[in-house]
């Protein structure tokens, strides 16, 4: 590293971010320590669909007849997203299997809700051929969209002794006796902002056979003994999201399937759910430590340095600053983001990953507003539109070939950095192989609308500021709230109109930490190669890959029955 003239002390961070990366890494995967982790594994069901799956058991145990867990996910979501309760129940003694429902995750097939339940068939299938499993005790959790097949699975077959519902509604479930024992604990967050409270307790009622004035929340009714046991666990502080994070939520559901099952050889009940979350914290910030720290030396190696302001591509308008202009492209884009929506929408009803298009289709609202703007900023200051989107591709090919090389080594790097903390552990961030070529599509299409978007923020407003410290968080912040504005704004508009706060509570934790990513990269690799290609690149790699991991594949309509639910 020295041979890039870095300081003692850069050398020093370097060690310690990639210290922090490493123990990180190693440690997130091997916590607990009794658990074996497969991963990758698929099933086939009986209408040939491809359902990816990973299995977490304990690794000291020794009994023949283990009991297993099935845990389906939510609506745009997948199994990664499970890995938590997974975990924790392989450390108390159980076979956890999180599965991807068809066209979420790893899975193929598209996203057919009455078919789900042949998903679950496919992982009691791979249950079946294993000779360890007693496939006569079987448990389902359902988070969201995964409670509906598991509500029907536990009623077509006595061999599961437990339901667990995570952010999802009960419906018509079997009563539950001593000889077929069924125990139901609802988990329900109080921020919620799809599952409502009254229904449920209604529900519960009906299974309790008590009055609906009766049901409580955190109240056990029935009793495990008797094969009924029923509960509502109301947590404080979560919504639909976080329901599948929160360790509350974990630890409850855990000692459900215990309480359910309580002959099972049970080697270590400690719970790992706030220490795992500490070790992706010290993890993540060696990642992201040392992904900043490679930066400075990668350049140099590509011989990027800082490009002086002459040197730089860049729009001059005159006698505007760049704060008014960042001002500008909200109340531009804002109200012009109708306009751009009704015009694009089109193109996407006939794409599947509906989400992305969904998505994509609010981008280019914002894209609209803004070249509008730039159209009269340019037609202020003799430059026609038309000149300004080509400036990109001034640069000589072999530099613009340099920054494409630069681009995609830098998001591989990030992406690295990323999937093997968040990704692997928390949220998933691969795509399955079978929408490969719609992603393709929609990466030509995000290119396009991020390069209209840093043609406005590098060659206009970042140009006008200072090339200091202060001036290039000054810079990522304008990009970062500017994008954030707009993207808030719309989301809470569609909230409204819909009534309920579902998309805000599940895209805006996302939308957070990618547009900053987006921000930061874009006006880092601006400032070091002068043109907005490899930013660009990344910004679109980086949207595409992530928003494609959590949309399921499914058309327009069918995501449109979703706004309708």
Not at 177 to 200: C, G, H, R
Not at 215 to 233: M, R
Not at 547 to 553: D, G, L
């Amino acid at each position: 590293m020295n041979k890039f003239n870095l300081s003692k002390k850069k050398l020093l961070l370097f060690c310690v971010f990639l210290g922090l990366f490493i123990v990180g890494t190693i440690f997130i995967f091997i916590t607990p320590f009794n658990v074996k982790s497969t991963y990758g594994l698929t099933a086939t069901t009986d209408d040939g669909v491809f359902i990816s799956f990973n299995v977490f058991e304990p690794t000291n145990s020794e009994e023949s007849n283990k009991k297993a867990v099935l845990i389906g996910h939510g609506f745009m979501a997948n199994k990664e997203m499970m890995k938590g309760y997974a975990l924790e129940l392989a450390a108390a003694g159980f076979v956890a299997v999180p599965f991807d429902f068809r066209g979420h995750g790893q899975s193929t097939g598209s996203l057919e809700r009455g078919n789900l339940i042949n998903d679950v068939e496919a992982i009691i299938n791979y249950l079946n051929s294993r000779t360890d499993i007693d496939t006569n005790n079987l448990a389902y959790i359902g988070y969201s969209m995964g409670g509906g097949p598991g509500n029907l699975i536990v009623n077509q077959s006595t061999d599961f002794k437990a339901f667990i519902g995570v952010g999802t509604s009960l419906g018509d479930i079997r009563k539950g006796t001593s000889t077929d024992p069924l125990n139901v604990l609802m988990i329900k967050a109080k921020f919620d902002e799809v599952q409502d409270l009254d229904y449920l307790k209604a529900s519960v009622a009906q299974r309790t056979e008590l009055s609906v004035s009766l049901i409580d929340t955190n109240q056990l009714y029935g009793s495990f003994e008797t094969g009924n046991a029923t509960k509502i666990y109301l947590d404080d502080n979560s919504n639909h999201l976080a329901v599948a994070w929160d360790t509350d939520f974990t630890r409850q559901a855990r000692d459900w399937i215990i309480n359910t099952f309580p002959d099972t050889n049970t080697p270590e009940e400690n719970f790992y759910g706030n220490v795992r979350l500490l070790i992706l914290v010290i993890q993540v910030i060696g990642g992201i430590g040392l992904f900043i720290m490679l930066l400075e030396p990668i350049s140099k190696l590509m011989k990027f340095n800082d490009k002086d302001t002459e040197d730089e591509l860049k729009i001059e308008i005159r006698d505007i600053t760049a704060n008014k202009i960042a001002i500008k492209s909200l109340l531009y884009s804002i109200p012009l983001g109708i306009v751009g929506i009704f015009i694009i929408i089109w193109i996407f009803l006939p794409i599947p990953l509906a989400i992305v298009g969904f998505v994509l289709t609010m981008l280019f609202g914002q894209i609209f507003g803004i070249l509008i703007l730039l159209w009269r900023l340019g037609k202020k200051n003799d430059t026609p539109l038309l000149n300004m989107l080509k400036i990109p591709f001034k640069s000589p090919i072999s530099d613009i070939g340099k920054s494409i090389l630069y681009g995609f080594i830098l998001i591989t790097l990030l992406y690295l950095v990323l999937y093997s903390s968040i990704g692997l552990n928390y949220v998933g961030m691969i795509p399955s192989i079978s929408k490969a070529w719609v992603d393709a599509i929609y990466f030509v299409i995000a290119f396009l609308m991020f390069l209209v978007f840093s043609i406005l923020f590098q060659f206009v407003i970042q140009s006008k500021i200072q090339r200091t410290q202060k001036g290039t968080l000054k810079a990522i912040l304008i990009h970062f709230g500017v994008l954030l504005t707009y993207f808030t704004f719309y989301i809470l508009l569609i909230s409204a109109l819909v009534g309920n706060l579902f998309y805000f509570g599940v895209m805006m934790p996302i939308a957070i930490p990618l547009n900053f990513l987006i921000a930061g990269i874009s006006v880092y690799t601006y400032k070091k190669t002068g043109n907005t290609i490899a930013g660009t690149l990344i910004a679109a790699i980086l949207f595409v890959m992530v928003v494609s991991t959590f949309a399921p594949y499914q058309g327009f309509l069918g995501l449109l029955g979703t706004f309708l639910h």
